[in-house]
């Protein structure tokens, strides 16, 4: 199994450019979740999804949107990219139950200039 | 208070060590508990779930205590491949787990 697919690996952007991140699982999870994670910052919860169709703001979500249409992915919009969204961004999914670990991608690499 | 701290260090310890880390978590309701590992630029990746009674993977061990809203992981032998960011993870019954900003090890040769 591939486990948590994110595309791309990396990207740089200009000012103002819009883009989209697509996170893929394969485990048939129910939660899925976007973070940022910035030196010293530790990883910062973006927005997650518990179901398909659904969505819910996380503790940074300003400049950011989601969508989740199909259970298997998770796509990050930027609408207008600032340079303060040059970051790490991690997604990752876990099964529905409270006892289970969330399962991350590798990332990617945002620069925005 | 922060939901989930952890001491930042870096701690720099010899090969060979035992070292330990130690969180606190601020909501009492808390469910269930992870140490996570993440190296350099990459994800971070499960280590071990903690259990009430603690638990023990070859050389890491976990400790929960409840009571102090405390979770520690100790680390013995220590390796050179052991160096990396170890996070603290807290699930509050909620939908999202709770990362702590981590504690950095260094082991050196």
């Known amino acids: 199994n591939a486990g948590v697919t994110q595309t791309p690996k990396f990207r740089v952007l200009k000012t103002g450019q819009s883009m989209t991140l697509l996170c893929a699982q394969d485990?048939?999870?129910?939660?899925m979740y976007w973070y940022r994670q910035d030196p010293g910052m530790g990883l910062r919860l973006i927005h997650y999804?518990?179901?398909?169709?659904?969505?819910a703001k996380g503790e940074v979500p300003d400049g950011y949107n989601v969508s989740r249409l199909k259970k298997q992915n998770f796509l990050l919009g930027l609408e207008s990219a600032a340079p303060s969204q040059t970051s790490v961004y991690f997604c990752?999914?876990?099964?529905?139950?409270?006892?289970?670990?969330?399962?991350f991608g590798d990332g990617t690499r945002l620069s925005i200039l | 208070r922060k939901e989930v701290e952890q001491d930042p260090g870096p701690f720099n310890v010899p090969e060979g060590a035992t070292v330990a880390f130690n969180c606190t978590y601020s909501?009492?309701?808390?469910?269930?508990f992870f140490w996570y590992r993440q190296d350099c630029r990459k994800e971070p990746k499960l280590l071990m779930s903690?259990?009430?009674s603690g638990n023990e993977d070859g050389r890491f061990t976990a400790q929960l205590n409840r009571a102090s809203q405390y979770i520690s992981l100790l680390i013995r032998d220590s390796k050179l491949s052991d160096s990396a960011t170890y996070l603290c993870?807290?699930?509050?019954?909620?939908?999202?787990?709770?990362f702590g900003k981590g504690t950095t090890l260094s082991v050196s040769s």
């Open positions: 990752a999914s876990r099964e529905q139950l409270s006892n289970q670990p969330q399962h």
């Open positions: 485990m048939n999870h129910e939660y």
């Open positions: 999804s518990v179901g398909e169709g659904t969505t």
């Open positions: 909501n009492s309701a808390s469910q269930s």
């Open positions: 903690v259990y009430s």
């Open positions: 993870v807290v699930n509050q019954a909620g939908t999202a787990l709770i």
